[in-house]
């Protein structure tokens, strides 16, 4: 039975119930419904609308009602129409008449805004934990290869030498300010709309900073129409999650492309890779994959939430229902994700020699040599013009600039000297890149240090 009965002279039809209803979603929300109607009941008990007796029955049942859905002594009603319509229906049914007095000056409308705020308060706490740990295992491994050399990328050609610390600290970076928007969206959504009522407010002497306090809100919302209508905060939270989907899918790709024997700079621990059922040889990154693969669920989410939001004329409409699936979902598969990628890190191994192999091919170090001549007085534009002419002739004789004879850089430039070799060592190129943010070792592992201590 829904709780709008009276002008209706029908039940709803039923497979139109199914459609209708949102319990099969909204059921997760249990605990919120509860907490936030007793804070309600309590507030109407304590401004005397509700005497103390009903008030005291309210409560108590209410906190029944917890307790047997926690235990597993009382079980959701599939065909209620909503858990607001659960929660109220079966309160009544357990303590009577002073169960029909808890929805005074409140509607489904500000109870689903304060619900859906008070639960995704909870994911956002649940979360940034989960973001934390993998940013202390990229902290962990960044520290241990703070002179792991590898080549850097850009077009993903061999680019400039660089630590992997250095790599894996910038997805630390990445994390971090994901942390800082879960946490600046929380905020923003941490405002109470019980009182808002259907749309209008109320005309009962109500104290919303009672409700808004006892909820851990830090204050009631300031607009009864905005209060029940809007739900950016979980487009803002579905934007969030969609960045740290980004994120966690760009290194997804990454952790793909070193898995590969082309690369081969990591190999994924046994538990956390995969097989194929016809070749033998396989071992396949298919967590990375899936994470890599899930981000479009997250995108989805947010491009749904997006849509249905669009469109709707204030304050409430039932097209707003359609917030929980996506926001959930959003929540669900970022939090999986986390929970599959941030051991499968953990016991990567990593293969440094490999890497090693791979950053002196490739002439990673021909800035570097530029900047040798540039130190002999040399302007950049002229070192780099020379610095390219030997590449081209080392391409062109199959050696590196490493092995290239020193008469061959003297034919170029004659300011080259015997101590090239070792300014263009890729220890030394790595090892002199100490301006803040970039790769020398001892950098890498103070941002490691630092970062560490932000997560507190
Ligand atoms: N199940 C509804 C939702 O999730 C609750 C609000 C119902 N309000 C209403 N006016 N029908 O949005």
């Known amino acids: 039975m829904p709780l709008w009965t009276g002008r209706f002279s029908k039940d709803i039809d039923p497979k139109t119930n199914d459609f209708n209803s949102s319990i099969k979603f909204d059921s997760r929300m249990f605990q919120e419904d509860i907490t936030g109607s007793m804070a309600h009941a309590a507030m109407l008990g304590a401004q005397g609308i509700n005497s103390a007796e009903d008030t005291e029955a309210i409560l108590t049942g209410l906190q029944g009602i917890l307790d047997d859905l926690n235990s597993g002594a009382l079980e959701i009603d599939p065909n209620a129409e909503d858990i607001h319509t659960f929660v109220e229906q079966t309160l009544t049914a357990r303590i009577g008449n002073a169960g029909k007095r808890l929805h005074t000056s409140r509607s489904r409308n500000d109870q689903v805004a304060t619900d859906d705020r008070l639960y995704l308060r909870s994911q956002c706490d649940s979360l940034i934990p989960q973001l934390s740990q993998l940013i202390t295992v990229l902290c962990r491994l960044a520290g241990e290869h703070s002179e792991t050399i590898m080549p850097g990328y850009t077009h993903l050609q061999r680019a400039q030498p660089i630590v992997f610390g250095h790599h894996l600290l910038a997805y630390a970076e990445m994390f971090l300010r994901d942390i800082g928007r879960l946490q ?164 990567m191994k990593v293969l440094p020699e490999n890497m090693r192999k791979a950053a002196a091919g490739g002439f990673i170090n021909a800035t570097d040599c530029a900047d040798y001549l540039v130190g002999k007085g040399l302007p950049f534009r002229d070192a780099y013009k020379c610095t390219g002419q030997l590449v081209a002739l080392c391409i062109e004789k199959g050696t590196t600039l490493e092995d290239l004879p020193l008469e061959d850089y003297r034919a170029v430039c004659d300011l080259f000297e015997d101590d090239l070799y070792e300014a263009i060592s890729l220890e030394h190129c790595v090892s002199q890149r100490t301006c803040l943010g970039a790769p020398a070792p001892e950098n890498v592992r103070a941002e490691a240090e630092r970062i560490v201590s932000l997560l507190g």
């Open 184 to 347: 600046d969206a929380r905020k923003r959504m941490n405002v109470c709309p019980l009182g808002s009522g259907a749309l209008a407010g109320t005309t009962y002497d109500i104290d919303r900073e009672m409700t808004a306090k006892a909820l851990g809100f830090d204050g009631p919302c300031h607009n009864s129409l905005d209060g029940v209508s809007d739900r950016d905060f979980c487009i803002e939270l579905a934007a969030a999650l969609s960045l740290i989907m980004v994120h966690l899918s760009r290194f997804a790709e990454e952790i793909i492309l070193w898995c590969s024997w082309e690369f081969k700079f990591v190999e994924l621990d046994d538990a956390f890779s995969t097989g194929s059922s016809i070749m033998p040889q396989k071992k396949n990154p298919d967590i990375a994959e899936l994470v890599r693969g899930k981000s479009g669920r997250v995108f989805g989410d947010l491009m749904g939430l997006l849509t249905v939001m669009k469109g709707i004329s204030l304050a409430y409409d039932k097209d707003m229902q359609e917030d929980k699936e996506a926001i959930f979902d959003a929540f669900d598969t970022v939090s999986m994700c986390l929970t599959a990628f941030t051991p499968m890190l953990d016991t």
